[in-house]
């Protein structure tokens, strides 16, 4: 169980009232108090991969299969495995299977714009996942701070290099997807910390480049040619564990890991694991239960027909100007003092993280 260790972002959970059931056309006890006899609709989410992160695989389809079933309202969760063509084709089914309410990761914001039209169209409502579908005009959104998550990244990256004490340390940047809306926000944030670094050649700036569809392949293939081309790079953001990882392999090629501090984001067993090794220098936890809590709250409402009261405010897309109704959760930098959090919070277990070698580093840094 969850400790409730990281809050909502923003002063509690502010009511939404104005905004009402988008499939309410088709039922009509759309803005009830739950108190009818009808059944909850069905709920459908996809999720977008098995590849850029675990928590795609095991941790999401696990969090929102609880919680639904505790409500008692029927979800089929399907995953797309990175496939545009496969997530068009889940969409279809679902809408015709007469879902109430569709949750979508999307796989970019053209696919997932596609989808959230043929909901709407068909009278479902629709919640946008972890990433923002830009111009899609899904009725809310449910995902963490990002562009503090980036602030995080960043301010880890200078807190490492300051503890080495680097002197005007080459950054190579290592950026998500140029397709998902949140590396873009990521990257605004690790920027913002990064560039009055830069401007007063505190650091310099180095290579810089997106890693297509959060591949941790293709993330090592660029790391090496930026090595390859530039052997004085002395610190890398990554954008996520996994592209931290792919870093961390070329350096150990190289006999450099633990010499240049490498970011992530996720706090998946094996980051935290490098971080325990001294390999990583940080990563960011998003605590993904109470997401998946609050997408299943907001879903579990609109199958119901009821109106939810859990967005605690408005984020702005950027190509539609329009706000969006939110649930913004607030992240954690985590280093190896406090891996140790990650644990106790229940989100990775002592068993998973502590095999083999790390047995002893675990016990050296106080998680039991």
Do not use: H
Request: charged share 20%.
């Amino acid at each position: 169980m969850r400790k409730g260790m990281f809050a909502l972002a923003a002063a509690g959970l502010l009511a939404t009232g104005s905004m009402a059931a988008c499939g309410s056309d088709s039922g009509g006890d759309s803005g009830s108090s739950g108190g009818g006899s009808a059944a909850p609709g069905k709920v459908g989410i996809i999720l977008p991969d098995t590849s850029s992160s675990q928590r795609w695989g095991t941790d999401d389809p696990k969090f929102l299969k609880a919680a639904f079933a505790a409500a008692g309202v029927e979800a089929d969760i399907q995953n797309a495995q990175g496939d545009k063509s496969q997530f068009q084709t889940i969409a279809d089914g679902m809408i015709s299977s007469g879902v109430k309410v569709l949750v979508i990761v999307n796989l970019d914001s053209g696919t997932g714009k596609a989808v959230l039209d043929k909901a709407k169209a068909a009278g479902i409502s629709t919640i946008d996942y972890d990433r923002l579908t830009l111009n899609g005009g899904a009725d809310y959104y449910v995902s963490f701070d990002n562009v503090k998550v980036g602030e995080l990244q960043g301010q880890g990256l200078v807190d490492c290099l300051t503890a080495n004490k680097a002197v005007k340390p080459i950054v190579a940047e290592l950026n998500g997807s140029p397709t998902d809306n949140n590396a873009t926000l990521f990257k605004q944030g690790y920027d913002s910390v990064l560039k009055p670094k830069y401007d007063d050649q505190t650091f310099t700036k180095g290579p810089d480049q997106s890693v297509p569809d959060w591949d941790n392949a293709q993330a090592g293939t660029i790391f090496e040619q930026m090595l390859t081309q530039n052997k004085n790079i002395k610190g890398v953001l990554a954008a996520n564990d996994g592209l931290g990882n792919a870093v961390i392999q070329v350096l150990k090629k190289n006999k450099l890991n633990g010499q240049v501090p490498v970011t992530g984001q996720d706090a998946t067993v094996q980051g935290l694991q490098n971080i325990l090794a001294g390999d990583q220098c940080m990563t960011v936890y998003k605590a993904i239960k109470q997401e998946a809590d609050a997408a299943a709250a907001l879903a579990i409402a609109l199958a119901k027909g009821e109106t939810p009261t859990t967005a605690t405010g408005t984020i702005k897309d950027t190509e539609s100007g329009k706000d969006v109704k939110s649930v913004l959760l607030t992240p954690k930098s985590i280093t190896k003092e406090t891996v140790k959090d990650v644990v106790a919070d229940g989100f990775v277990t002592k068993e998973a993280l502590c095999t083999g070698n790390f047995a002893k580093l675990c016990t050296d840094n106080g998680i039991s």
